[in-house]
């Protein structure tokens, strides 16, 4: 079973031609809302692809929380974890996308930032577990999960997300660290590293394994010393939002069904790709049945 500890959010979307400069005014005819959050999406994309899932989280008592449950339940995630805060606002995201699909976000925590460890129950965290956590709540709180949760024999997955410096004890609590090139940077404090080489360096500093995504250049994935390369599907992308953490939630239920790593790594390749078709971050998250007819696509390389 999948144990998702992050954050929920509620993402106003709005497409723009370019992203407004500083000071630069720009119209867009109207904006499209849609539930968000790194850890709700890995949630989603984890149950879509057959996982049972568990999320547990935070939202507000207010009429937005609803957008961002109503989902996750859809996609057939367990939200008997989500506490509603009265003080504070559900999370939210002012996503813009540009005519290329790229993004630029800001959130506004809410609740996120009042979650804490505490709220995972004990019996939660045993060896048939997969932890998923991003860095989404605050890190300190994320640490003592999953410190708790590799003490009791759980696979830990860290997505760093959003790029952030963490303290190596994190890291080495995490069986895997999946970063894009950004977050690698920041992790291993150098920038203009090969793909190959990051992944290396960043498992070797967490004691375990790492992968990382390239967006169009595919994925890296270095475990025991080996690196797996995967590249991506054709496809011409309509809005990148969520795409990683599709890769990460498709990763971790592949991880959680124990699938070979390289066809894992080539179902989260090929989610992550669907996932660019549609608007929106769980809204454009594919099923498994999707998953397994593109991940035929995906070229593999191991070395
Ligand atoms: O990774 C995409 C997500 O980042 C969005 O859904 C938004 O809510 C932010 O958390």
Redesign the pocket.
């Known amino acids: 079973m999948i144990v998702v500890f992050g ?1 929920l ?1 509620v ?1 106003f979307f709005l497409k723009v031609k370019a992203f407004p400069k500083p000071g630069e005014t720009v119209l867009t005819p109207r904006s499209v809302v849609r539930a ?3 850890g709700a ?1 890995q949630a989603a994309a984890a149950a879509k692809a057959g996982a049972r899932v568990e999320m547990i989280g935070a939202v507000g008592t207010d009429a937005t929380a609803s957008v961002a449950l109503d989902s996750l339940r859809t996609a057939g995630v367990d939200c008997s974890g989500v506490l509603r805060m009265k003080d504070e606002p559900t999370g939210m ?1 002012m ?1 813009t996308v540009d005519e290329k699909a790229e993004n630029s ?1 800001v ?1 506004a925590s809410g609740a996120n930032a009042a979650l804490t460890a505490d709220a995972v129950p004990d019996a939660l965290l045993t060896p048939d577990t997969v932890l998923v956590v991003q860095l ?1 709540t605050p890190v300190a709180e994320v640490s003592r999960v999953l410190r708790r949760a590799k003490e009791k024999g759980a696979t830990t997955v860290l997505n760093a997300a959003p790029a952030a410096v963490v303290d190596e004890a994190v890291l080495k609590a995490a069986d895997w660290v999946i970063v894009n090139e950004t977050e690698a940077e920041t992790l291993t404090g150098q920038k203009a590293l090969s793909f190959e080489k990051a992944v290396s360096e960043l498992a070797e500093k967490a004691g375990g394994n790492c992968i990382l995504t390239a967006g169009a250049a595919g994925a890296v994935l270095c475990a025991g010393g080996r690196i797996v390369r995967a590249g991506t599907l054709p496809i011409r992308p309509v809005d990148t ?2 795409a ?2 599709c890769f990460v939630g498709v990763f971790a239920a592949m991880i959680d069904a124990k699938t070979p790593l390289p066809d894992a790594l080539k179902a989260a390749c090929a989610g992550a790709g669907l996932a660019c078709l549609k608007t929106g ?1 769980q809204d454009a998250q594919p099923s498994l049945s999707e998953i397994r007819r593109a991940a035929s696509e995906i070229k593999i390389e191991i070395r």
């Open positions: 954050s959010n993402d968000g959050g790194k999406n995201a996503i976000i959130v989404e939002t969520g990683g953490d971050a």
